[in-house]
C-alpha cells in the first residue's frame, strides 16, 4: 500500500474488460504509430533507425506511464515484482515507468466510489458512519483506502477494492506482457512467462479480501503479545471481499524513523529483522511485500505499526530449512557447502555456467564477510549496496541473463531486499550476526 497523501486526481478506473483492453490496444497502437513516424523521420535524414531509441521518446513514456497508472492493477503488480527495487530485473527505462507506477496514482472520483460501495454495502450504507472522508488517504495497485467514523468514535481504514479489478486480471496481464516484449528491452533469453504468471496470480489472491482479513487475523494472533508491534483490529461487520474495514491507528511513515537517535533507529530495524526471521522459520508465514509504506511508527509508544497482509504467503517447510542451513554454512564462510545449498534452492542452478556463478557466490559469501566482520551490520556507511550494485552491473554487461528463481524463494528475497533498503535509509545498524544466531539454532 501506497501513502498518498500528495493522490494525484480523482480520474475514473476502466471498469469493464473491454474497455481495459480497449485502452491497452489503443496505448500499443499509439506507441507503434509514434515509433513508425519517428522512424520515417530518421530514415528521411539518412540513419538507421534503433527500435529501442524510437520506443523510448519523452512522449511515448509519458503515454505508457499515464496509461498505466489509470489501469492499476497488473501494470503495477507486474512492476513491482519484476524490478523490487534491487537486483533490477527491467532495464533502467522501463523501470522508471514502474517506479512512476509506484509513486503516482490516481484515485477513482466520488462517484465511482459510491457505485462500488452501493454494490458491497447497499444503499444508504452512509448513515452507519459519523464521518466518511471521500478523499482517499493511500491507494495501492487494487484499491484506495479512506478514513471513516463510526457513530460511537470508532476511527476506521476502509480499502476499497478498484471496479471489476479482480475480473480483468487475465486479459491487463497478458496485455502488460505484450507491452513489455514490444519494448525489446529484455535481455535476449530472459524468460517473462514465470513473472507474468505469478502477478496473475498473486492479483487474483490480493483481490480476495476476506483472505486478507483472515491473514490480518492470523497475524494479529501470533502477535499479540509483542508490544513493540501493533496491527489494525479487523472490523468484520463491514468488511466484503471487495472492502476490508479496519480500525485507524494514528502514526506516522516509517521514514520518520530516520530523525531519531541512533539507538532508536537501532531498535525498530532490530525489530523488524527479528520479525522477518519469526516469519520465515517460526510463523511459516511471511508478509512478502516490504514496500515502505506497509511500515509505520507511533512516535507515543514506540511501537511500529504494520499494515496491509495481502501478500501474505505460506513458506514452504523445506525452504525454511534450506535457509538456516545457508545461514549456517554462510556464517562460517563455508563457500562450498553455500554453493551446494543455492544451487539446490535453484537460486544458482548448476545450469548456470561457471564463471557467472563463481560471481554470484562471490556476492553473496562478500554479504557474508560483512556480517562476519562486526557485531553490527551498517549498511549505509559498509558500502555493501554499492559492492553488490557494481558486481550485478558487471555480470550484466557480460551478457548474465538470470534463470527464473523459484516464485517461494522470489518473494523471499524481495523481503530481504526490502530490509536491507529500510536499514539503508534509516541509517540504522543491525546485528545480523546475533540474530542469525538466534533463529539458527529455533527448532
Request: net charge negative; glycine share 6%; proline share 7%.
Amino acid at each position: 500500500m501506497t501513502d498518498h497523501s500528495h493522490l494525484s486526481r480523482p480520474l475514473a478506473v476502466p471498469a469493464g474488460r473491454i474497455s481495459r483492453f480497449g485502452r491497452m490496444g489503443s496505448l500499443a497502437a499509439g506507441v507503434a504509430g509514434r515509433m513508425a513516424f519517428g522512424g520515417a523521420l530518421q530514415l528521411g535524414q539518412g540513419r538507421r533507425p534503433v527500435a529501442r531509441d524510437l520506443l523510448l521518446t519523452p512522449t511515448n513514456m509519458r503515454r505508457i506511464a499515464d496509461e498505466l497508472a489509470r489501469m492499476r492493477g497488473a501494470a503495477m503488480k507486474v512492476g513491482q515484482l519484476m524490478s523490487m527495487d534491487t537486483g533490477d530485473v527491467l532495464p533502467p527505462e522501463l523501470a522508471d515507468i514502474m517506479a512512476r507506477l509506484r509513486a503516482d496514482a490516481d484515485f477513482m472520483p466520488p462517484q465511482q466510489l459510491r457505485d462500488v460501495l452501493d454494490a458491497e454495502w447497499g444503499a444508504g450504507w452512509r448513515k452507519r458512519f459519523a464521518r466518511f472522508d471521500v478523499r482517499p488517504i493511500a491507494a495501492a495497485s487494487i484499491g484506495q483506502v479512506h478514513r471513516a467514523q463510526l457513530p460511537d468514535g470508532t476511527d476506521l481504514a476502509i480499502k476499497v477494492q478498484y471496479p471489476s479489478i479482480a475480473r480483468s486480471i487475465d486479459s491487463d496481464v497478458a496485455n502488460i506482457g505484450r507491452l513489455i516484449r514490444l519494448s525489446g528491452l529484455l535481455p535476449d533469453g530472459f524468460a517473462i512467462d514465470p513473472y507474468l504468471d505469478e502477478a496473475r496470480s498473486q492479483l487474483k489472491e490480493e483481490a480476495d479480501y476476506h483472505a486478507e482479513a483472515a491473514h490480518l487475523e492470523r497475524f494479529a494472533a501470533l502477535l499479540k503479545d509483542d508490544p513493540s508491534l501493533t496491527l489494525p483490529e479487523l472490523h468484520a461487520p463491514l468488511s466484503t471481499g471487495k472492502v476490508l474495514v479496519m480500525t485507524f491507528v494514528p502514526s506516522d511513515g516509517i521514514e520518520s524513523v530516520a530523525d531519531l537517535p541512533q539507538e532508536q533507529r537501532d531498535h525498530v530495524m532490530y525489530v523488524l529483522c527479528d520479525l522477518m526471521l519469526r516469519e520465515l522459520f517460526v510463523f511459516g508465514a511471511m508478509q512478502s511485500d516490504p514496500n515502505f509504506a506497509n511500515y509505520r511508527h507511533d512516535p507515543d509508544t514506540g511501537s511500529i505499526v504494520l499494515l496491509d497482509f495481502g501478500a501474505t504467503r505460506n513458506v514452504p517447510p523445506r525452504l525454511s530449512e534450506q535457509m538456516r542451513a545457508l545461514m549456517r554454512a554462510g556464517s562460517a564462510g563455508a563457500r562450498g557447502e553455500v554453493a551446494q545449498i543455492v544451487a539446490a534452492m535453484e537460486l544458482v542452478p548448476e545450469t548456470v555456467d561457471e564463471p557467472f556463478r563463481a560471481c554470484i557466490l562471490d556476492m553473496i559469501m562478500i554479504v557474508f564477510d560483512e556480517i562476519r566482520a562486526s557485531p553490527f551490520l551498517d549498511i549505509a556507511a559498509s558500502g555493501l549496496s554499492q559492492r553488490l550494485q557494481q558486481a550485478g552491473e558487471a555480470l550484466a554487461i557480460d551478457g548474465f541473463v538470470p534463470p527464473p528463481v523459484p516464485m517461494d524463494l522470489l518473494y523471499i528475497q524481495r523481503k530481504v531486499a526490502g530490509m536491507f533498503l529500510l536499514a539503508n535509509r534509516l541509517r540504522a545498524r543491525v546485528p545480523v550476526a546475533d540474530l542469525m544466531a538466534k533463529h539458527m539454532d529455533h527448532t
